[in-house]
């Protein structure tokens, strides 16, 4: 598999800072400089079909209808992007919506593009949430926590379990 020329955090902050675009013509754009930042290979790289890493991955809603997760890479994460400044509480509610449908991924993830939101989603284990913001990302340490999403979700495996706090 090949990854597109590496993006250094200067230039994804650079790039990515101002940018006050609606979801719909961002996210994808965003997401594969991300992958570029991470070192990590983009979904449609990765996987041309589609059937374990992609874009607009369809599902079923809990509560009846159908949507679609903006990126899902199974085993690993759903996620859900939004535009600038939006809720991403919203964005994570309707990322729940389809996370039955989409195998439970052990990781929730929301974005407005200038903020990361990663929620923990193993079963019977109380939830974390990690936050990235754009600046946090100039940080190695950040991003390789960030890289463990796509690579290692279990690095974010909560140690407390529900059982154990009762």
Known sequence: MVCMAAMTPHEFLAKWRNVDLKERTASQSHFNDLCRLLGVVDPISADPAGEWFTFEKGASKTGGGEGWADVWRKGCFAWEYKGPRKDLDKAFAQLLQYSVALENPPLLIVSDMDRIRIHTNWTN???EIHEFTLEDLI??????????????????????????LT
């Open 125 to 127: 284990t109380v939830q």
């Open 139 to 164: 940080d190695g340490d950040a991003r390789e926590r960030l890289k463990r999403a796509f690579t290692y979700p279990e690095h974010f495996n909560p140690a407390e379990t529900r059982q154990a």
